[in-house]
């Protein structure tokens, strides 16, 4: 869509994100004071926990792949695919189950606590368009300047490889395939992902960083610092956010996940919701796939 075959519907989405985040770092002293007000979340939770549902979800993966491949070895490459997923969108969703457990059991207000309340939906789901929109100069500034050095490194021909996912989705053109692809990157991936990496990973390093520094804060300092610093909500989202980016095999997208990972991070300790990341992780991988059948 053109206006005037000059400014383009991704011009005025890129130009409104621009002027969204402008207003954010003005009004937040350049990001400083945006997390003064955000409250940790009470919880009991040890270090190794929220490695039990990561270490499940890729062992299952794999165990469930490998007996797969054995017992099923005569499929076409579009079944074999589509088996992949459906073991995919499986073991994550065995994770999910295992996350909301351990979130019952060791968050004060359990699930509530944990950030899943659902009378926030309405409100989280109108502030992650407005959360992603903000974000998204910098999520396209992150991809051309990952494609731009890319292309000093390897040469002119460098391009950043598509996602696993995309590429399936435009390889095959099987109606069931393509509905099991969106269900599993829209649906089960954000909720996995979210749960996981903001809900149990950035809570867990934001209570032991916070009990870390109180140790060596002055009581005239914690109180400062209570008033305009993050309360150690920003080590927390950096730290988990990179964990986020590096489960992705593809490193060319790592500086643009690692933006959105950010943002994810400090929409739920903005907002205390797990509801609002897991809505701009999924509106994200959206309009991904429909970019991708575009073409």
């Known amino acids: 869509m053109e206006f005037d ?10 130009f409104a994100g621009c002027a969204i985040f402008a ?3 003005r009004k937040t002293s350049l990001g400083r004071k945006s997390l003064a007000d955000s409250v940790p979340r009470r919880n009991n939770m040890p270090l190794y926990l929220p490695f039990i549902p990561l270490f499940i979800w890729f062992g299952i993966v794999t165990l469930i792949t490998s007996i797969a491949k054995v017992l ?24 999910i189950a295992v996350i909301i457990f351990l979130a019952k059991i060791h968050f004060t207000r359990r699930l509530k606590g944990f950030g899943l309340n659902i009378k926030t939906i309405v409100k989280d789901f109108f502030a992650a368009i407005v959360n992603l929109l903000a974000v998204w100069p910098l999520i396209v500034s992150a991809m051309v300047i990952t494609i731009y050095v890319g292309g000093l490194v ?25 509905i099991l692809i969106v269900v599993v990157a829209v649906i089960i991936v954000p909720l996995l992902e979210e749960m996981l990496f903001r809900g149990l990973f950035q809570t867990t390093i934001r209570s032991y960083f916070e009990a870390f520094r109180s140790l060596f804060a002055s009581p005239n300092k914690a109180e400062e610092e209570r008033t305009t610093d993050s ?11 990179g964990l ?28 205390g919701s797990l509801f609002r990341p897991i809505f701009i992780h999924s509106f994200f991988n959206a309009i991904s796939i429909i970019a991708t059948l575009n073409q």
């Open 5 to 14: 075959g000059i400014i383009t519907v991704e011009n005025l989405i890129f």
């Open 23 to 25: 207003c954010w770092v």
């Open 72 to 95: 099923l070895s005569n499929l076409q490459d579009w079944q074999n695919d589509f088996l992949d997923n459906l073991i995919l969108g499986i073991s994550e969703l065995s994770a």
């Open 154 to 178: 390897w040469g002119r021909e460098y391009e950043m490889q598509q996602h696993q996912q995309l590429k399936l989705i435009t390889e095959h053109s099987q109606l069931l395939s393509r």
């Open 231 to 241: 309360n150690g909500a920003w080590p927390a989202i950096v730290i988990s956010s």
């Open 244 to 271: 986020f980016t590096m489960t992705h095999a593809n490193a060319g997208h790592w500086p643009a996940l690692f933006v959105l990972g950010v943002c994810m991070g400090y929409a739920y300790e903005k907002s």
